[in-house]
């Protein structure tokens, strides 16, 4: 059974960091994009950052880049995501994803629906 496991979310001063980790287990990913996405109270889930199988291509959302840095361990089946400069807009459930489609390819999708497997999120909310 495949199963993806977020941690490291929490409450943080605006301008402070956090390191969100996703474990998957039950499936081997290293093939495969992974990607985190976030929703905030009242409103859709919107992407985040992506990262193709093998590192080399990335994808943020305009609001975040420059602050956030999606990076993976594919010994460790685990992808990971600093972030930075953090702002009380950034305050939501992030949740990761992995697309199992098209395989060891530059194939970064943006969109939740190309994704097939979830995470149950972890909580961040950043104070002013």
């Known amino acids: 059974q495949v199963q993806l496991v977020e941690s490291g979310g929490g409450l943080v001063q605006a301008g402070g960091s956090l390191r969100l980790s996703c474990a998957a287990s039950?499936?081997?990913?290293?093939?495969?994009?992974m990607a985190w996405f976030r929703q905030a109270p009242g409103k859709d889930r919107e992407f985040v950052a992506v990262?193709?199988?093998?590192?080399?291509?990335?994808d943020y959302v305009d609001s975040v880049k420059g602050r956030f840095t999606i990076s993976r361990d594919n010994g460790k089946n685990t992808v990971y995501l600093q972030m930075g400069s953090l702002k009380p807009e950034d305050t939501s459930l992030y949740y990761c994803?992995?697309?199992?489609?098209?395989?060891?390819?530059?194939?970064?999708?943006?969109?939740?629906?190309?994704?097939?497997?979830w995470g149950q999120g972890t909580q961040v909310t950043v104070s002013s």
């Open positions: 994803a992995v697309s199992h489609r098209f395989g060891s390819s530059a194939y970064t999708p943006r969109g939740e629906y190309e994704y097939d497997y």
């Open positions: 039950g499936r081997t990913f290293s093939s495969y994009a």
């Open positions: 990262i193709n199988w093998s590192g080399t291509i990335t």
